[in-house]
């Protein structure tokens, strides 16, 4: 247990870390939200510094980032400059939609992973696994950018897809049944891209952690004992592969917010993602920091979860953790 | 009497990464009548290793059964289907690999280890189950059997695996046990008491046990029969009183004077030279005509150098492998 | 004359909670022993006796909790990293598996030249000389001296172990069941070989082993730990044919090839 607060204090520390070298990289680059202004003439000098004022960024930065950090402590995240609204919620809506796309890739990504894997593993070097190991190969060779890219022309040529967003016109107005499937029409593109982009390394691990087991003297023992295939494969192979599997996985936990941001823009799915880039290119301040800081505590977490799946999973670290 | 086990002219071979054959095991003939224990007696390079793997066909990728027979119950194993023996594995003979340390898996409790065993053979409810893997685990751990059944391999001792493994090996009530270096980093006391172990489980359950070991000490007063390997091919093979005290192999005879004086129970004396048998032990991978054994032989002869020699029986179920014996 | 090395009340305990090593972590509860030159003391027990923690303790590779080691006359417990570090050449360790202690990428040439470079006082040239006369001594011929150490059989391994112990030139070789792995030939040779390196070059040997058999034909004394003490010693034929200690009687028995009935060792 004293390992996991140890942790998690680290853990703490590590947002503070990030959140003062965010502040600080977003206020040292030069300009601000209200440069924009400043080059149209219809909006006087005296305007543009009354806006700057009311928004604290003629303080200096140890101040700016002091009220922040208060801020923060009462749960606020700051004000967005570009939506006139506070950080918070607008981050939470972005974020919800996010996580809804990259939670069903990710799972999607895994389910077809195991299996792949698993099989690949057990003919090892054969014809079947090296035309697996081919095409995953080329998957990862060829850039998200291009594969999302790809979709969208598939979907603009065929019309079996909507070519963005994430919901049709007139989503209030259908039934249950209806609004299920136009969701999942929507969610297809975006998934397919994400799971085309990330199947490939997950395969790849699991073929090379279970292939390395298939080669352990108790998995020889077990054929000994009449164990069947299936159980062999599974039951013991898998279970014993599955540590540096279950790290992979918590680490995938912790970029579920961040490693979408490519296939969001480019498939327009209103989530973090495009928020974040508009953000930094229109220098609100708040908007950036508040992203990056959730990223981060997502991150964090996500390492902080494949360390307690691991102690769940496996009673040797159970043992040397509790030696410590 | 059948013989429970006929094994003839099994060959194996494993290939190299360049693809060239290294013959392991040459021509080797042998039969175990049931309840019988048969001591496997070889050093590093003998084939004993192989020879355990070889019969319930679970060799290495590398490895090939070139030629033979191993006619078990009646059926040959090497024809078997795939189905047919994984049936056997576990359900008709049961094999206990060396290195106890590594025959488990490392995340599960051994008892689950041994209940799969049960499983994969009987089709039992929970309870069921449940029950027959205590009751087994029971016979092996006469103590503490279910503070066992909860723990995890590293966290037993290697004498608590070793009884793991046996209680995997007898779970389904096999006719055969195939033990390969059982007690090989075993404290004296706990060899002492796993081949008890062995002794119990063959009268309790009258199953005959194959005993692989490089030390020869261990099979007195427990084997009925020993086989002697030597490079792949059956030096000799007898009742274990008999190839004791009168050994006709002359690789035996020379194997016995490397022992320590007490167990040869004759006269030594201390600190002083040991009999050596010269020479180095033979590499397989370079083809020879004559005798394996022939370039550290004291008793070899022309023909030795020239031909293999067959086996020749010098006695009731005794044979040799030696042109020393005319057959 | 005094003894090559004398331990005297040597303790040893390892902090509560924290983890030992699986076989070395028994401690030592007042051990004494002392061995004369050029002899050879068995110390026979099963595992957990601490055997291989007095082992260690007498290398200096671990550091005793309380108690005196004295070799050559100097008390070794006392010294400093540095003294320690120049006492240790004489005191060499041979391990029961010379696939874990020799680095298997290397020529055997390469694993005995090491311990000269390390000296730094030599030449290549006179460093592979030197290494080529230990092979040679210990049986390695010398087409095998540029064999990688993977390429090598279980008993050339443990000879090359020996030659690049007997590089350092040591007074005392603690054999930390340096036998216990081999064939029954094989255990044979190398056991001729270190007869015959004590002879010839008057070397002592703490033999430790859980090998009654072996420890008989070897030692000239004999003492038997049990528990992280040392329950019985005195010369091998006394110890042998007639055992004072149930624990001593316990391991004689225990020996392969020894009927239950009897717990000596007769036939020397």
């Known amino acids: ?324 | 009497m059948t013989p429970l086990l006929k094994v003839q002219g099994l060959h194996v071979a494993y290939s190299d990464r360049m693809g060239e054959l290294c013959p392991a095991l040459a021509g080797v003939n042998f039969d175990l009548g049931p309840g019988e224990i048969l001591g496997v007696v070889g050093e590093s390079g003998s084939g004993k290793s192989t020879l355990a793997a070889a019969l319930l066909r679970l060799l290495p990728s590398n490895g090939k059964i070139q030629q033979g027979t191993v006619l078990f119950e009646g059926k040959n194993l090497l024809d078997a289907s795939a189905q047919d023996l994984r049936k056997i594995r576990g359900g008709r003979i049961g094999l206990i690999f060396q290195e106890p340390g590594s025959s488990l898996h490392p995340t599960m409790p051994v008892g689950q280890q041994v209940s799969d065993v049960l499983a994969a053979h009987e089709s039992l409810d929970r309870h069921t189950l449940s029950e027959r893997t205590s009751q087994l685990l029971a016979t092996v751990f006469p103590v503490d059997a279910e503070r066992i059944s909860v723990s995890y391999p590293h966290e037993l001792s290697g004498g608590q695996r070793q009884r793991v493994l046996i209680a995997q090996a007898i779970a389904c009530g096999p006719s055969l046990l195939i033990a390969d270096e059982p007690t090989a980093s075993l404290d004296p006391t706990t060899q002492q008491e796993i081949l008890q172990l062995f002794q119990t489980v063959r009268q309790n359950f009258g199953l005959a046990i194959i005993l692989i070991t490089h030390n020869p000490a261990l099979l007195v007063g427990l084997a009925d029969r020993l086989l002697v390997l030597y490079a792949g091919r059956v030096a000799e093979i007898g009742p274990t009183a008999r190839v004791l005290a009168t050994p006709q192999h002359p690789y035996t005879a020379a194997l016995w004077r490397c022992l320590p004086s007490h167990f040869r129970q004759s006269q030594g004396t201390r600190k002083t030279q040991m009999h050596v048998i010269p020479g180095d032990p033979p590499d397989l991978s370079i083809q020879a005509r004559g005798c394996r054994f022939e370039p550290r032989c004291t008793a070899r002869m022309e023909v030795c150098k020239s031909h293999e020699p067959g086996a020749v029986v010098v006695g009731e179920r005794h044979e040799v492998s030696c042109f020393k014996f005319p057959g | 004359m005094q003894p090559l090395l004398r331990v005297e009340n040597l303790v040893k305990h390892y902090a509560a909670g924290r983890p030992a090593p699986k076989d070395k972590s028994a401690a030592l509860d007042g051990v004494s022993l002392s061995i004369p030159a050029r002899t050879t003391l068995a110390l026979v027990g099963e595992s957990g006796s601490g055997k291989s923690t007095l082992a260690l303790c007498i290398a200096c590779l671990e550091h005793p909790t309380s108690g005196s080691i004295w070799f050559e006359g100097i008390d070794v417990v006392a010294l400093d990293e540095n003294q320690k570090r120049l006492l240790r050449p004489r005191i060499q360790l041979v391990f029961q598996d010379p696939a874990s202690s020799l680095n298997p990428r290397w020529t055997a040439l390469e694993i005995v030249s090491e311990p000269f470079f390390v000296q730094g006082r030599f030449s290549k040239q006179e460093r592979s000389d030197k290494a080529c006369t230990w092979l040679d001594h210990v049986g390695i011929s010398p087409k095998m001296v540029s064999r990688r150490v993977d390429e090598l059989s279980g008993g050339q391994k443990q000879r090359l172990a020996i030659a690049r112990a007997l590089a350092l030139e040591p007074r005392l070789i603690v054999l930390d069941e340096a036998l216990s792995a081999l064939d029954c030939s094989v255990q044979a040779q190398i056991s001729n070989l270190l007869l015959e390196l004590q002879s010839s070059l008057g070397l002592t040997y703490l033999f430790i082993t859980h090998d009654f058999a072996m420890a008989a034909h070897l030692a000239d004394e004999i003492a038997v730990m049990d528990h992280g003490r040392i329950v019985e010693s005195g010369p091998a034929e006394k110890i042998l044919r007639s055992p004072g200690q149930d624990a001593t009687r316990a391991l004689l028995a225990a020996t392969p090839g020894v009927p239950k009935t009897q717990s000596t060792l007769v036939n020397f």
């Open chain 1, 1 to 324: 247990m004293r390992y996991f607060l140890r942790r998690t204090l680290h853990a703490v520390f590590l947002l503070f870390g990030v959140s003062l070298l965010t502040f600080l990289f977003s206020a040292l680059t030069p300009g601000n939200y209200f440069d924009e202004m400043r080059l149209n003439p219809q909006i006087s000098r005296e305007t543009v510094a009354a806006l700057r004022a009311q928004y604290q960024l003629d303080r200096p930065l140890p101040v700016r980032y002091a009220h922040w950090l208060m801020a923060v402590a009462h749960g606020e995240l700051g004000f967005s400059f570009a939506y006139n609204s506070p950080v918070g919620p607008l981050l939470w809506v972005r974020a919800r939609n996010t996580l809804f796309l990259t939670i069903t890739a990710m799972l999607l990504a895994w389910l077809l992973a195991l299996p792949l894997g698993v099989w690949s593993a057990s003919r090892f070097g054969r014809a079947p696994d090296r035309v697996l190991s081919w095409a995953t190969a080329t998957l990862l060779v060829i850039p998200d950018l291009v594969l999302a890219l790809g979709l969208l022309i598939l979907a603009v040529r065929t019309g079996w897809f909507p070519t963005g967003g994430l919901a049709s016109v007139g989503f209030e107005n259908l039934s249950p049944l209806h609004k299920l499937r136009d969701l999942a029409s929507h969610l297809a593109l975006p998934v397919a891209a994400l799971v085309l982009a990330t199947l490939p390394m997950l395969v790849r691990h699991v073929r090379a952690s279970v292939a390395e087991v298939l080669e352990a003297s108790f998995l020889r023992a077990a054929v000994g004992h009449g164990i069947p295939h299936p159980k062999l494969l599974y039951g013991y192979a898998l279970r014993a592969a599955a540590n540096p599997l279950i790290s992979l996985f918590g680490f995938s936990v912790g970029t579920l917010l961040s490693g979408s941001l490519l296939v969001e823009v480019v498939m327009s799915w209103p989530g973090l993602g495009p928020l974040l880039l508009e953000a930094i290119l229109a220098r609100d301040l708040y908007v950036v920091i508040g992203g990056v800081l959730l990223s981060m505590i997502f991150l964090v977490s996500g390492n902080l979860f494949a360390d307690v799946l691991l102690y769940w999973a496996d009673p040797r670290i159970r043992i040397a953790a509790s030696a410590k």
